[in-house]
Structures are given as structure tokens and as C-alpha cells.
């Protein structure tokens, strides 16, 4: 109730600017009818001045909420500015012929008898005249209107890409801060140096240097102070097999990886860190929880004007519980950053695989230079 209530408060309070603008205008336009006939030596009361002027503004304060909306459902742009400048044409016509027969009516009516001499010519003759006479004024007005609108939409719009681009930003940050946080954990961080003990101790010692190397560049790239919301699906491949070689070290022969990227996917961008949060799923659900070797697939490959990214792995799959549960820190952050860097253009499933296992599938538009934020569907 409350809402209907401030929504209907917030339409009277539009009304009354509306109308009290168009008071004003109609105000000035008849000072200086009466200054203009004055100045010609001539008689006019200011009243009739008045007459005269206020049915044209008020009318078109009547008549603003409908080009308002016919403004927005045929907005100009640059795609189709032609056909749709050529449409608003017409109907500014229309609404031009109706306000210049209903204001002539009125003033018909306000004016004295025998203000308009009706035995010259017939009346259609007079209104044809008058709706001639005030074509400039009405189609000035319409485009007004039109032009108002447009300038709010774009307005309205520009904001709310800016609002997009700083919550991308925050996204990003949260990212890199879930992604640190799981390289920092001190179990993460345990299990890395007790691999590499292991690897000492069994005088594996070439193995050890590569996985101190690979930990330490992990963290560097993860440390980076990026801004960059997409990076090339290499780069992405790159930091997901640094991840994976350091795990492969902890689990041995029960870990199995599979990264199989189509060669013409590699330049196409991808959200930064997309796939080591779904990576880390998978090697959680689907390989740490049991005994028996399994396999993670990360593949990437172009369906038409879409890039598919998918991470499967061979575990038990997706229980009812499991399912409920399945969005961690990491996938939901990854949930909403492609809602707002991609709009509608963009999917996020997690299912199970026909056979014992569970994938999830991330859909995005196949593009080579950064999108604006929200992209829409052309």
C-alpha cells in the first residue's frame, strides 16, 4: 500500500510540474502576443492574449505523456535512425492535426461570436489554415519532447553503465580476494609444502623446484594489481594449469587433468578467474571426497557466436543435497559477474553428465575485444 501510495504521490507531483510549466510558457507566450499588438498600435485585451496562448501549451501538456511513451518505444537510434525519424515524422503529423483541431475549438469557443468571419470561407477552409499556421509550433514541440526523452534514456543508460562497471569492479576485486584467500588457507598452503617435502624427502628434488615455481607463480599472478575484467582464454588456461600442476602434486595418480581448448578459442576474452573457482568445485566434489583416481576436463570451444567453457569431472555427481549447496563464494561471484558483464547473453548451468559425474557449463558471447558492461543482444 505503502508503494502504491508513493508512486501515485510521485505521478500527481510530475502532473503538477508538467502543468505549471506549461502555465509559465503559456504566460510568455501571451506577453508577448498582447506586447507584439500593442506595439503594432493595435487593442488586445490581456486576457484574450491569455486566451489565445494557453490552450496550445496546455494541450501539449496533456498530450506529453503519450509522445513520452511513444518516444520510448520508438527510440532513435543508430541501427534504424532512418525508419524510425521517418515514423516519428508521421505520427508528429498526427498529433500535430489533432492539438491544432482541438485548440481551435477552443478558442472557437472562448473567443467572442464573430471573432472568425465563417462567410469568407467555410470552417474546414479556416481549420485547414489554422492547422497550417501552427505545424512549426507543433512539430517543434513534438521533437521537444522526443528529444527530452532521448537525452533522459541516454542519460539514464550512461549511469547505469557506470553503476555496472564499478559493482564489475567490486566483483573482480572479490574474485581475486576468494582466489588469494583459497592459495593463502593455511590447509592450501600445508598441503602445497608437504607435497614438496615429499618430493625432498623422496629425492625428487628437480619436481620440488617446479612446484615451489609453479606455487610462487600462483600467488604472483594472483597478487597482481589487474583491472583488466577479461583476459584471452590462453592467459585463463594458463593460470587454471599452474593451479591444476600443484594439485597434481598432492594427489598423485588419483588426479587426472584434461585441458581440451579448441586452437581458434584461444584469443576470444573471458571474465578473469572464470575457471579456477569451477576448477576447485570439481576437484573438491568430484575427486577429493573419495579414494579412487578420477579426471577433470576443462574444454572451451565456439558454437556459432558463443563461446562454451565446461569443467567436468568423473565423481559421483550431483545429489539433491549437493545440488542445493553447489554455489560456494567463488560460484556465485562468478554467477554475478557474468550476469553483469554479459546481460542476457549468458548462461551458467551445473548438471550431471550421463554418466557418473558432474559438469558445469559457462556460455558467453565469442568476442576478441572487451564488451561494455550489460551487453545486450543485437
Do not use: C
Not at 19 to 39: D, E, K, M, N, P
Not at 65 to 91: E, G, Y
Not at 99 to 122: C, M, R, W
Amino acid at each position: 500500500m505503502g508503494d502504491t501510495e508513493t508512486r501515485s504521490g510521485w505521478r500527481r507531483w510530475r502532473f503538477l510540474q508538467l502543468f505549471a510549466g506549461a502555465t509559465a510558457l503559456g504566460l510568455i507566450a501571451a506577453s508577448q502576443y498582447y506586447l507584439a499588438v500593442r506595439l503594432e498600435g493595435g487593442e488586445a485585451p490581456f486576457v484574450a492574449a491569455v486566451v489565445f496562448a494557453m490552450p496550445f501549451w496546455y494541450l501539449w501538456a496533456l498530450m506529453t505523456p503519450a509522445v513520452v511513451l511513444v518516444a520510448k518505444r520508438l527510440p532513435i537510434d543508430r541501427t534504424q535512425w532512418m525508419s524510425r525519424a521517418a515514423i516519428h515524422l508521421f505520427i508528429a503529423l498526427l498529433f500535430s492535426f489533432v492539438h491544432s483541431a482541438v485548440v481551435f475549438g477552443v478558442q472557437l469557443v472562448a473567443q467572442p461570436s464573430g471573432s472568425i468571419d465563417f462567410a469568407s470561407k467555410p470552417a474546414i477552409a479556416w481549420l485547414i489554415a489554422f492547422v497550417a499556421y501552427e505545424l512549426t509550433s507543433n512539430l517543434l514541440a513534438y521533437g521537444t519532447i522526443v528529444g527530452i526523452t532521448h537525452a533522459i534514456g541516454f542519460y539514464r543508460r550512461f549511469r547505469e553503465r557506470q553503476l555496472a562497471a564499478v559493482q564489475l569492479e567490486t566483483q573482480l576485486a572479490r574474485a581475486q580476494i576468494h582466489a588469494l584467500r583459497m592459495q593463502l588457507n593455511p590447509h592450501f598452503l600445508f598441503n602445497a609444502m608437504n607435497s614438496i617435502a615429499m618430493l625432498i624427502r623422496h629425492q625428487q628434488r628437480d619436481e620440488a623446484v617446479r612446484t615451489v615455481a609453479g606455487l610462487s607463480d600462483l600467488l604472483r599472478y594472483v597478487l597482481e594489481d589487474t583491472r583488466d575484467q577479461e583476459v584471452p582464454l590462453r592467459q585463463e588456461l594458463e593460470f587454471v594449469r599452474r593451479y591444476l600442476a600443484i594439485e597434481e602434486v598432492r594427489f598423485r595418480d588419483r588426479l587426472e587433468v584434461r585441458i581440451d581448448a579448441e586452437p581458434d578459442t584461444l584469443d576470444a576474452l573471458v571474465p578473469n578467474l572464470v575457471l579456477q573457482p569451477l576448477v576447485e568445485n570439481a576437484i573438491r566434489h568430484g575427486i577429493a571426497k573419495r579414494a579412487a583416481a578420477g579426471l577433470v576436463t576443462v574444454s572451451a570451444r565456439r558454437s556459432e557466436r558463443d563461446l562454451v567453457l565446461e569443467v567436468t569431472d568423473d565423481g559421483p555427481g550431483l545429489s539433491a543435497a549437493s545440488d542445493a549447496n553447489a554455489d560456494g563464494v567463488g560460484i556465485s561471484n562468478t554467477r554475478a559477474r557474468l550476469a553483469r558483464l554479459y546481460g542476457d547473453r549468458q548462461n551458467f548451468e551445473i548438471a550431471n553428465t550421463p554418466s557418473p559425474g558432474a559438469v558445469v557449463r559457462v556460455t558467453v558471447p565469442f568476442h576478441t575485444e572487451p564488451v561494455k558492461a550489460g551487453m545486450q543482444s543485437p
